[in-house]
T-cell receptor, first 112, second 111 residues
Framework: AQSVTQLGSHVSVSEGALVLLRCNYS??????LFWYVQYPNQGLQLLLK??????LVKGINGFEAEFKKSEASCHLTNPSAHMSDAAEYFC??????????FGAGTRLTVKP | SQTIHQWPATLVQPVGSPLSLECTVE??????LYWYRQAAGRGLQLLFY??????ISSEVPQNLSASRPQDRQFILSSKKLLLSDSGFYLC??????????FGEGSWLTVV
């Protein structure tokens, strides 16, 4: 079964700095991978998804993720953090049997 | 457009009592359906998923069960609740390879 691991439960960056949120997956077949963001007291919002094709996927709000099959990773980046990016971020993956699994989440704090 | 409804929104139940959370999806056919539990620091824990009527895959729980009596209906049940069953439960649906859409969630407090 597909499993997803997010490295680091909490990441803190300064405003304008690079954001890097790490996600690794385990599977013997190429999965479907997603990044979601959850703002306080809100539901999950899709940032981006990877299915097939280009390994660099651009999402909303300046976020992008690079899918590296050799590393089984799909890390999320943003070149310049904004205060409004403070939220919880979830990596999720689904294998061919449609089991959608989420990582434990990474809370992003942006300092002024 | 597709919609997903989940109820009840909040529920306070005594230990040992039964549970039934219901979820229905409208505007799509043969969706993949999911039940998750969200806990602080643990993300969304997949409890059950279903790719078709009567097809249920169980991930974790021992005293919880799920059923899919109709194509767009997914029910989470328990015969006897435990204190540890307290939490926030989310129903969700997706089409294979695409994003997942969540219901409003149900807060369950077992007392």
């Amino acid at each position: 079964a597909q499993s997803v691991t997010q490295l680091g439960s909490h990441v803190s960056v300064s405003e304008g700095a690079l954001v890097l949120l790490r996600c690794n997956y385990s599977s013997s077949v190429p999965p479907y991978l997603f990044w979601y963001v959850q703002y306080p007291n809100q539901g999950l919002q899709l940032l981006l998804k990877y299915t097939t094709g280009a390994t660099l996927v651009k999402g909303i709000n300046g976020f992008e993720a690079e899918f590296k099959k050799s590393e089984a990773s799909c890390h999320l980046t943003n070149p310049s953090a904004h205060m409004s990016d403070a939220a919880e971020y979830f990596c999720a993956g689904s294998g061919l049997n449609n089991d959608m699994r989420f990582g434990a989440g990474t809370r992003l704090t942006v300092k002024p | 457009s597709q919609t997903i409804h989940q109820w009840p929104a909040t529920l306070v139940q005594p230990v040992g009592s039964p549970l039934s959370l219901e979820c229905t999806v409208e505007g799509t056919s043969n969706p993949n359906l999911y039940w998750y539990r969200q806990a602080a620091g643990r993300g969304l824990q997949l409890l059950f998923y279903s790719v078709g009527i009567g097809q249920i895959s169980s991930e974790v729980p021992q005293n919880l069960s799920a059923s899919r009596p109709q194509d767009r209906q997914f029910i989470l049940s328990s015969k006897k609740l435990l204190l540890s069953d307290s939490g926030f439960y989310l129903c969700a649906w997706s089409v294979t390879g695409n994003t997942i859409y969540f219901g409003e969630g149900s807060w369950l407090t077992v007392v």
